[in-house]
């Protein structure tokens, strides 16, 4: 029997003795359940590759850069032992000072009037005629750096003009330039007595006016003729034989080192390691000499 014929079944019975109506009850309510949440079954697992960590690539070391008016040089720059660690010589030159020939002569103007008021180094102040700065273009794509005037020098105001700067220039013409398409400049701004090499506190003190001559020149290369002013710009202890036959960085110039003129009047066999080094030079230039296939 289904449940609603039972239920009829029931309600005619109730009737039959005599029950007319039914008390209500509170209305239906499903008994509390407490709800349990239960996950899904988890699908199956896939492998997944181990993910490895990102590691940054180091970027390269960043070099002195090249003026953009002349060609990248196949001839590598040698990496200089015994330099300073504090060394600039890897900082460029800066860039946003003025590039016009007449802005850099004001500068080197401005300059020569410091230096020429200059007493740091009171011997060299009471004994000197007169400063000598340097000589020769504002814009130059060479520098040629010697050491300090000699008794000529201090006399004249000039740099490179006794025997040994007559020797200077015949090299400079045998490259195919004049002393006016050049720059000549010394380590030492005064005559040291008795030409005797400059003191390490004489370099220091002229330091900042031979870096900053170079900073308002800018040249492509610096020439450094002797001992003193290759080991004050490149800051090693190298002697000129240890130097020569590389380029060297010096904010991003390329510095050739060779023997000084006074030097080759000693020693005029000396004087074929000067022209081969000269030769060397040229070539990196792309500087071809007369009569040369």
Sequence with gaps: MSPHHALLQKLESLQRAGVQTLPKRAAFELPAVEEVY???????HEYQPPVRPIVPVAEPAVTSP??????????????????????????????????DLAARENLLTDLRTKVAACRLCNELACTRKQTVFGVGTARPRVVFFGEA????????????VGAAGQLLTKIIKACTWERSDVYIMNVLKCRPPGNRNPDPAETANCRPFFERQLEILRPEYIVCVGAVPAQALLETTLSVGKLRGKFYPYRGA????TYHPSYLLRNP????FVWEDMQMLLREMGIELPGKN
């Excluded at 239960?38 to 199956?44: N, S």
């Design 38 to 44: 239960v996950a899904p079954a988890e699908p199956a």
């Design 254 to 257: 390329k510095v050739v080192v």
């Design 269 to 272: 066999d000396a004087k074929r």
């Design 66 to 99: 090249v003026r953009s008016n002349f060609s990248p040089a196949a001839t590598t720059v040698a990496a200089l032992p015994g330099s300073s660690a504090n060394s600039l010589i890897q900082v460029p030159f800066p860039a946003d000072l003025p590039d």
């Design 149 to 160: 005037p000699g008794a000529d020098e201090d006399r004249m105001g000039e740099p490179f």
